[in-house]
């Protein structure tokens, strides 16, 4: 066999196919309603993998179901661009709350979060997941900031904290839904406060 007709190594693909089935799984477990405890055993069996593979990739089961929440939290909340921060704001926080209350995502960050208390690595994972879902939505405040909507001393800060405060709360405590009236009225409230 000569070079040319070589089958080229899959490896890869492959590896990366095995990967991605360990985070779609790792979801799909934590959003069970059942009390079958998530393990590295069931995330290795459903995905068809053993547990070698995972920690090849990942230190702890918390670090795996962070991964898997980021990962998803990417897709579902685009960042918009709809030219005013009140409207990007509403856009940003509707598609936030839609996809962070839906009882499968809940569930997993009430999980994950609770991991994070107890494994050094997972808490590591929710530290990064955090800071990478806050910088998108101060990105937005810069672009409206950039645009002139908001007033020179707005603290950005301040209004990602209570943004994410808002859903983290509810979540963590099951005080109430995540709905698409609050998104609407809470970006109402923030893109005012930016306002002065």
């Known amino acids: 066999m000569t070079a ?7 490896g890869r693909r492959r590896n990366e196919a095995a990967r991605q089935a360990i985070l779609d799984v ?4 934590l959003g069970r309603t059942d009390d079958t405890p998530v393990t590295i055993d069931t995330i290795a069996a459903a995905a068809g993998v053993g547990k070698q593979t995972i920690y090849r990739w990942w230190p702890s089961k918390g ?6 929440l980021a990962g998803r939290a990417g897709v579902d909340v685009p960042v918009p661009d709809t030219g005013t921060l009140e409207d990007d704001l509403e856009a940003f926080l509707r598609a936030t709350f839609l996809a962070g209350g839906h009882p499968r995502t809940v569930s997993a960050l009430r999980y994950t979060m609770a991991e994070a208390q107890r ?3 997972a808490r590591e994972h ?9 910088r998108v939505l101060r990105g937005l405040l810069e672009r409206a900031r950039d645009r002139g909507e908001t007033a020179a001393g707005a603290d950005l800060d301040l209004i990602v904290d209570q943004a994410y405060g808002v859903l983290w709360y509810r979540i963590l ?11 609407v009225a809470l970006a109402g409230a923030l893109a005012g406060q930016a306002r002065g």
């Open 4 to 10: 040319e007709t070589r089958r080229p190594h899959t």
């Open 26 to 29: 790792a979801v799909d477990l």
């Open 63 to 68: 670090a795996v179901l962070l991964e898997a």
């Open 119 to 121: 494994d050094p690595h």
């Open 126 to 134: 929710m530290r990064e997941f955090i800071a990478g879902r806050r």
């Open 173 to 183: 405590t099951g005080h109430a839904d995540l709905s698409e009236a609050d998104a």
